[in-house]
């Protein structure tokens, strides 16, 4: 993974991956409208802390469990599908901001294991392992690799939060907040169609 002609295309993988709308960033948005940036910073580190833990276990084997059992990609589609409904369902119904009665939707430990469910994550890392990782000391560069990903996540998921930081003012106003938040909702159920339809 030092190897520049590696590294840089696998950057660019990792940010576009993780900057582009999914889960993980309709979460993040819908925090930093319900609490700020700063106070989001516990659900994205969990983010980047999943995604790389994930990697890791990729790499050291779990990628052979999912080729030996296929049921597993049958668990992972059904209850990745149906938290992504619940999740939507409960960012639909929430109101308009109310100072002080914010809480963000997951904190560090809920995003961090939400990965293991969420299907846009399993897309990135396990493409991840399979197109980029040299074969030789495949351990030390999956390694390099996960906390690479990680490091990429951060930002990526923080502009997120950052946007809906900016859209807090407005939300304030039940009818900008009903909107904004059946948005959401819709952006989480729409992520779920390609699960369901079985393309990730």
């Known amino acids: 993974m030092t190897d520049p002609v590696v590294l840089a295309p696998f950057l660019v993988f990792a940010f576009l991956m993780t900057v582009t709308p999914g889960p993980n960033n309709a979460m993040a948005l819908a925090s930093g409208v319900r609490v700020g940036l700063t106070r989001s910073f516990p659900l994205i580190g969990g983010i980047a802390a999943g995604v790389a833990l994930q990697m890791l276990a990729i790499g050291f084997g779990l990628g052979t469990l ?3 059992y296929s049921i597993t990609h049958e668990i992972l589609r059904i209850g ?17 901001i109310v100072e002080g009665e914010e809480s963000s939707p997951i904190g560090f430990f809920g995003a961090a294991a939400f990965q293991w469910i969420n299907p846009k994550a399993w897309a990135i890392t396990v493409s991840a392992a399979a197109t980029y990782i040299p074969s030789n000391d495949y351990l030390l560069n999956i390694s390099i690799a996960a ?54």
């Open 66 to 68: 999912f080729e030996a």
């Open 80 to 96: 990745g599908s149906l938290y992504l409904i619940w999740l939507a369902w409960k960012i639909a119904r929430s109101g308009p």
């Open 147 to 200: 906390a690479l990903l990680a490091l990429v996540a951060i930002p990526s998921v923080a502009v997120w939060a950052a946007a809906g930081r900016l859209l807090r003012n407005v939300l304030t106003r039940p009818t900008y907040a009903r909107i904004f938040n059946l948005s959401v909702a819709l952006l989480l159920v729409a992520s779920t169609v390609p699960i369901l339809l079985g393309n990730l």
